[in-house]
């Protein structure tokens, strides 16, 4: 597996076929990836391996913004289902007027 590094040496991009040169970019090859637990995988030329490359303040905010994306995808679909009863109540409405 090939990975595009950036020139802090965080993962841009992976790829199984070699990429060809990069504009701004290093190219390692590694048999694995990252832990999927990393916010930021950043590769450590002296250990050859992924370390975390995201300092507390970006983990932070990287886990605020995706509570915000779930709060509101389970106000979403609280707002479908209000909406789908609401549509129920009224096709029942009009059922009973005829």
């Known amino acids: 597996m090939f990975f595009t590094l950036d020139r802090n040496g965080c993962m841009i991009s992976y790829d199984d076929v070699k990429p060809g040169s990069t504009d701004d970019g290093l190219i390692i090859e590694c048999d694995h990836f990252a832990p999927n637990t990393m916010y930021k995988p950043k590769w450590d030329y002296v250990t ?36 789908a009863k609401l549509d129920l109540i009224l096709e029942l409405l009009q059922k009973k007027e005829e």
């Open 48 to 83: 050859n391996d992924w370390i975390e490359g995201a300092d507390v303040a970006e983990i932070k905010e990287t886990i605020a913004q995706s509570t915000a994306i779930v709060n509101d995808a389970t106000q979403s679909n609280e707002t479908a289902t209000v909406n």
